[in-house]
């Protein structure tokens, strides 16, 4: 068993079936320092417990999973959902004060699809940036990065109209890098003619809030929101993507999140072993930074 | 039952389980003025006889569909496939002169996926890019157009490494307009943030050589490749996209081409009839360009 690498991050949605305590005690007992959590396993120890346990694991905080889904019309529903993401808010300021040194306080956030009954695409994404506006101000004042991620376009009509790195940029333009920046996930924006370059841009702007990988192969799962792999495992050149992301001078927690039924049968700390076995072969040779001892 | 648009095209793919004779009978039958065809139906009654079946339907052609395949390194099978695509391009250019007048010879390209064992989608897609040079001299020679059609970023892997509209401009660009083009067909782009300006582009560089139609919604089908529906029952606003379309002085033949296993276990007369129903209702309306009487 090699040592995991010391910016690998376990993105808790990895291990679905397992509790918090399960996910910080095999992160830990594997040798990985970082972990993201999900809201749903957090809240339901609350959010005060969830603060101890995870400083009591030793462990870093990379990312809070997540807010969004900004795409409804004006309404109750509306109003509930941006006073929802602005308790996820204060969750990831919390999380990332209990966390290890090193934790930032990250909200990763999932745009939303088309609603029901509509076709209006354009309208969908001028709430979105509506609703970020809204929010910008709640997250700066708990110091909190908004990470908007793109999802691919296969999700664009039930998930996320945002669905390229250039577009999540357009969108994080207008506020301020450590109030809004971007999530770089290689499964989602691999197949970008332009990804590289936007990866470039994204860093010029200073909108890297996480780097995430995980791999991707066919056929895809009869549900595509389960078709995510081991990093290794699939058909994207991590190399290429790793050395942008690099060369733009991140020098943050690398997550892997995935979903995936077969990974999610899998005992929690094998699922986590064989994460860092792939990420060591395939991410880690590319890396260019790594923490001071 | 509405008199069909006289814009509207069935291509071949909706009629997955007809043969030539009867996806020719039903068409026509429907009122429908003009099909696209596909090279395996077309190549079991033999090119002659289909032509003259072509002929005697009194229906436009309006694709041949397809070519392409191209990702494959060099050796023989890249040789195997590239005459291949020598021959599909003699078949689009005898079958355009057998149909109708306002017949079209143009040759749609699907690039091909990533070679098995492979990461290198760059690569691949410059092996793309070198096929269509080879080829174009060919086209150039029989009068047939080369449409290259961008596919959905989810077929990037195992299909098409050609994933949006600006790409296959960026490819077509070598080569004169009427010699290479793009296929600009609803479900694989509507999800673009760039679409509109790509199309206006298309338009301005000449290059639409033929404009398709069907929907997406969600969930997806299991197998991915099997998701498209009739135009109007899903959620891609027609309005915007065909607006933009005929707005570049597009007056083509306008296609559906429907993979999806309800619609192949429909009567194939009823599938045509069905077609042409969701076209008036979703994609009539927003046509700028009558033909002629």
Known sequence: MTTPDPRLSINQATLKHADLATALRVTAEAGVQSIGLWREPVLEVGLEAASRMLADSGLRFSTHCRGGFFTLPEGPARVAALDDNR???????????????????????????????????LGARERVRDAIGTLAPDAAAAGVTLAIEPLHPMYVSDRAVVSTLGQALDIAADFEPSVVGVTVDTFHIWWDPQVLEQIARAGSEGRIATYQVCDWKTPLAADVLLSRHYPGDGVIDFGSLTRAV??????????????????????????????????SAAVSPHLAW????
Chains 1, 2 share one sequence.
């Open 87 to 121: 308790r996820a808010i204060e969750e990831a300021a919390t999380l990332a004060a209990a966390g290890a040194e090193g934790s930032k306080a990250i909200l990763v956030l999932v745009a939303g699809g088309i609603p029901e009954g509509s076709r209006d695409l």
């Open 246 to 279: 690099e060369a733009t001078g991140y020098d943050g927690d690398i997550e892997v999140e995935i979903f995936n039924e077969e990974v999610w049968a899998t005992d929690p700390l094998l699922a986590v072993q064989r994460t860092s076995a792939g990420f």
């Open 290 to 293: 790594v923490p001071a001892a």
